[in-house]
């Protein structure tokens, strides 16, 4: 499965009891289907110092979710939406783009290759 959510993303809780709320992704785990978001699924961890770092205590911190259980959240058209990839020809360049399912709008530019035109004779 094509990884359609990405760092930086702004997403919205789909499922369980803190559906609803947003976060920006801080991490995506690819080889689990997993991302960290900010301020969702948060866990106590007790963690050690580590000298001039961080003092030994508990934290809260965010334990990673399933990608399924969240949504991105267009920065376009501002609703949840499914991501699609298209890709477009334009100039010599062949582009690949998220797009949101819903406004059709392209989010971001994710592959750009250019395409060697050979003259013809
Ligand atoms: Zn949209």
Request: charge should be positive; aromatic fraction near 2%; glycine fraction near 6%.
């Amino acid at each position: 499965m094509a990884n359609k959510i990405k760092k930086g993303d702004t997403v919205v809780v789909l499922r369980g009891k803190e559906k609803g709320k947003v976060g920006e992704v801080l991490r995506v785990i690819r080889e689990e289907n997993r991302v960290v978001v900010k301020g969702i699924n948060l866990v106590k961890k007790h963690l050690r110092e580590i000298p001039n770092v961080r003092e030994g205590g508990i934290y809260e911190i965010e334990a990673p979710i399933h990608v399924s259980n969240v949504m991105l959240l267009c920065p376009k058209c501002e609703k949840p939406t499914r991501v699609g990839i298209r890709t477009v020809i334009e100039k010599d360049n062949l582009r690949k783009y998220r797009f949101c399912k819903k406004c059709n709008e392209n989010i971001d530019l994710i592959r750009e290759k250019v395409i060697k035109v050979r003259a013809e004779r």
